[in-house]
Nanobody
Framework: TIPLRESGGASVQAGGSLRLACVSP???????????VAWFRQVPGKEREGVAL????????YYADSVNGRFTISQDPAKRTVYLQMNSLKPEDSAMYYC?????????????????????WGQGTQVIVAS
């Protein structure tokens, strides 16, 4: 299981932007770029929602309808980091955001995203969008 850690959450005004980052701490054995990586979000009382997915090669990308056109998932090979660029943020985007990876590096999960298809999770980073 590859360890993961998110960062970049903050409080912003509606219409603003944030960039979240997901890395594998240490990264001497695991490389996050060997895995498909997804971004999920969750608010109290609601189901965890998968919002974006990128394949290990970066050639396959998926977005949930709720964020399509506003969010961008990407990789930076030099920094071994997966990003989620969030633009035109809305109050309903407020949530705890998690990055996640499947058990096997070669596995590209089905869409729409299901939490049960992922075994590695970060600790979460809080995003608050004020109206």
């Amino acid at each position: 299981t590859i360890p993961l850690r998110e960062s970049g959450g903050a409080s912003v005004q509606a219409g603003g932007s944030l960039r979240l980052a997901c890395v594998s701490p240490g990264d001497s054995y695991y490389s996050i770029l060997d895995y498909s990586v997804a971004w999920f979000r969750q608010v109290p009382g609601k189901e965890r929602e998968g919002v974006a997915l990128i394949s290990n090669f970066g050639d396959e990308i998926y977005y949930a309808d709720s964020v399509n056109g506003r969010f961008t998932i990407s990789q930076d090979p030099a920094k071994r980091t997966v990003y989620l660029q969030m633009n035109s943020l809305k109050p309903e985007d407020s949530a705890m955001y998690y990055c996640a990876a499947p058990e096997h590096s070669s596995y590209y999960p089905p869409r729409p995203l299901r939490g049960g298809d992922f075994t590695s999770w970060g600790q979460g980073t809080q995003v608050i969008v004020a109206s």
